[in-house]
């Protein structure tokens, strides 16, 4: 760049004046179209860039405040939810809890009514096993002196040889057993 300004110096210099930029007899004219340039740039930058770049801008700011409100929002509707998502599954824990324990109950209430009942038939089965038992004791009780007589009857019988008579036996036996 510097060698271009140099060696634009020296053609003015051979053509007899300076270079147009920096001869002083331009320098009103070059003002003068610069401030109507500068005034141009100025009225379009004002009347046309900076109300579409303040538009956008604006509209930008509109929209990412639109957008962190309606994360905020959902941000509580998320909060909400989930409040109300422990508040039923306290409830629902409170619930099975409540469930188990009454089914707990019931089955507690029925195993010891299945309990009872077969409880009073065993008691009632052992009753009534007693009572044969008495009656087969005492029956058999009976006959013990029956069969105590016979068989002294045939032991006599075979040891001595003698006959003897059934009275004599039982009251034998009857001595015995009083």
């Known amino acids: 760049m510097f060698i ?4 634009a110096a020296e ?3 051979k053509s007899g004046g300076a270079f147009p930029p920096f001869d002083p007899t ?4 070059q003002l003068l179209w610069l401030a109507i340039t500068f005034g141009v740039f100025y009225m379009i930058m004002g009347r046309v860039i900076i109300p579409r770049l303040s538009g956008i801008l604006e509209d930008r700011h509109d929209r990412i405040s639109r ?3 309606e994360a905020q ?3 509580a509707e998320a ?6 998502y422990e508040h039923e599954l306290a409830k629902a824990k409170s619930n099975a809890h409540s469930i188990a324990q009454e089914a707990t109950d019931k089955a507690k209430a029925e195993a010891a009514e299945t309990r009872e009942k077969i ?3 065993l008691a009632d089965q052992m009753a009534e096993a007693e009572q044969r038992i008495s009656a087969i004791k005492e029956k058999a009780l009976g006959e013990v002196d029956t069969i105590a007589a016979d068989t002294a009857e045939t032991i006599v019988a075979e040891l001595i040889g003698a006959k003897t008579t059934k009275a004599e036996i039982t009251k034998a036996v009857s001595a015995v057993n009083s």
Request: charged share 25%; hydrophobic share 40%.
């Open 4 to 7: 271009s300004q140099a060696m």
């Open 11 to 13: 053609e003015a210099a």
């Open 26 to 29: 331009y320098f009103g004219s």
């Open 67 to 69: 957008d962190l409100d």
């Open 73 to 75: 929002r959902l941000s």
């Open 79 to 84: 909060d909400a939810a989930e409040a109300a």
């Open 119 to 121: 409880e009073s038939q």
